[in-house]
T-cell receptor, first 110, second 114 residues
């Protein structure tokens, strides 16, 4: 069965440090993977996606994600965190339907 | 260009009442979606629509009804609201590539069933 896992409910990172938000997936076919961000009292905003091609995908606000087929992972990364990156991040996977992970709350500490 | 809007933004209703949440998009996107967001569950798909008059169930459709007579509108109806339907509801739309492509989300409707 299709599934998405975000193993960390919360991630704390000091401003200026690199950040990683983890995501693993399970699908029967080729994975279509997405990252979304949600700021307080707002809807989700698209960050980036992997459909095919390069394993390193670049997206909005300086974020990137690395697709790793052998580890079935699609971790979100940023080289230098900003306080304004603090938000709720969702990984999503599309097989026959879209499935979202439970979300990871990212706290960037000043 | 308003994009995608939801109304009402906040709603309190009583158990057993019917309530309809509205969603309107101005992009003429063919696909539209309804999700609910709950602590510990993330985002769960309720229903989606590939085009006017075409709808399909998502992960948690029980207790909900949708219709799509016009491309731009996708209302969600709770026929007899229950406390377990207290949640934040998000509508989304996507471009002609549909669920392979990114979705654009509305601001959400916070529904409380007492």
């Amino acid at each position: 069965a299709q599934s998405v896992a975000q193993p960390e409910d919360q991630v704390n990172v000091a401003e200026g440090n690199p950040l990683t938000v983890k995501c693993t997936y399970s699908v029967s076919g080729n994975p279509y993977l997405f990252w979304y961000v949600q700021y307080p009292n707002r809807g989700l905003q698209f960050l980036l996606k992997y459909i095919t091609g390069d394993n390193l995908v670049k997206g909005s606000y300086g974020f990137e994600a690395e697709f790793n087929k052998s580890q079935t992972s699609f971790h979100l990364k940023k080289p230098s965190a900003l306080v304004s990156d603090s938000a709720l991040y969702f990984c999503a996977c599309r097989d026959d339907k879209i499935i979202f992970g439970k979300g990871t709350r990212l706290h960037i500490l000043p | 260009d308003a994009g995608i809007t939801q109304s009402p933004r906040y709603k309190i209703t009583e158990t057993g009442r019917q309530v309809t949440l509205m969603c309107h998009q101005t992009w003429s996107h063919s696909y539209m979606f309804w999700y609910r967001q709950d602590l510990g569950h993330g985002l769960r798909l309720i229903y989606y629509s590939a085009a006017a008059d075409i709808t399909d169930k998502g992960e948690v459709p029980d207790g909900y009804v949708v219709s799509r007579s016009k491309t731009e509108n996708f209302p969600l109806t709770l026929e007899s609201a229950t406390r377990s339907q207290t949640s934040v509801y998000f509508c989304a739309s996507s471009d002609p590539q549909g669920i392979l492509d990114e979705q654009y989300f509305g601001p959400g409707t916070r529904l409380t069933v007492t």
